[in-house]
Nanobody, 123 residues
Framework: VQLQASGGGLVQAGGSLRLSCAASGRTSARYAVAWFRQAPGNEREFVAAIRENFGTYYADSVKGRFTVSRDNAKNTVYLQMNKMKPEDTAVYFC??????????????????WGRGTLVTVSS
């Protein structure tokens, strides 16, 4: 599976961005997909995940502001980010796991990763 994340950029605090994660190769609607982010000097952290039954899960820091969704016909997962804050600044990565796990917040559980896309939120 190859993943391509896009949609990053510069936005002012309070603004919105939508990230896309397009999958190619051996894709499946049963895959679980997650978004992680990594700010300079910080460890990679969980942001959001969506499972095969469209169930969604969020980090507390983004709950109510970010929405993860998927379009299986397009093999694409989206991360809509609203009410953005400077602390959202990071490189955002999408990742795929073939089978859902309750340990979905742990980055080591994911088999495939895309290159990141940089999101910068100015104050």
């Amino acid at each position: 599976v190859q993943l391509q994340a896009s949609g990053g950029g510069l936005v002012q605090a309070g603004g919105s961005l939508r990230l896309s994660c397009a999958a190619s190769g051996r894709t499946s609607a049963r895959y679980a997909v997650a978004w992680f982010r990594q700010a300079p000097g910080n460890e990679r952290e969980f942001v959001a995940a969506i499972r095969e039954n469209f169930g969604t899960y969020y980090a507390d820091s983004v709950k109510g502001r970010f929405t993860v969704s998927r379009d299986n016909a397009k093999n694409t997962v989206y991360l809509q980010m609203n009410k953005m804050k400077p602390e959202d600044t990071a490189v955002y990565f999408c990742a795929v796991r073939a089978v859902w796990t309750t340990d979905y917040r742990n980055s080591i559980q994911y088999d495939f990763w895309g290159r990141g896309t940089l999101v910068t939120v100015s104050s």
